[in-house]
């Protein structure tokens, strides 16, 4: 699912900056890992990305509080960028993975 999840982006976003995220579609850690969010709710790699496929949406990340929210549609594909990465960066420190540099 984080193929698919990231070939939506690199469909949808050639031209930008952020292609070299492709390097994550390597790292097959991020699928298994836990992401805490500010209200100390943990959730699964299951819960996640089936979540975000089977809704067809992609999960908005805000920068200052890290909170998924499902219910904001695909408008603002820029700053969905912007939260992806920092969400990246947050994946790496959960997991310590020197990959994601």
């Given at each position: ?9 690199f469909d ?10 492709e390097i ?35 999960y908005y ?41």
């Open positions: 699912m984080l193929d698919k999840f990231l070939s939506y982006f949808n976003y050639k031209n930008s900056k952020y292609d070299n995220l994550v579609k390597e790292n097959e850690v991020i699928q298994s890992l836990f992401l805490r969010l500010d209200n100390d709710v943990y959730l699964s790699q299951i819960t996640f990305w089936d979540n975000l496929m089977y809704s067809c949406q992609i990340l805000k920068a200052d509080k890290y909170i998924l929210n499902e219910d904001i549609q695909l408008q603002s594909i820029d700053e969905i960028f912007v939260k992806f990465n920092i969400f990246v960066k947050i994946l790496k420190k959960f997991d310590g993975a020197s990959s994601l540099d």
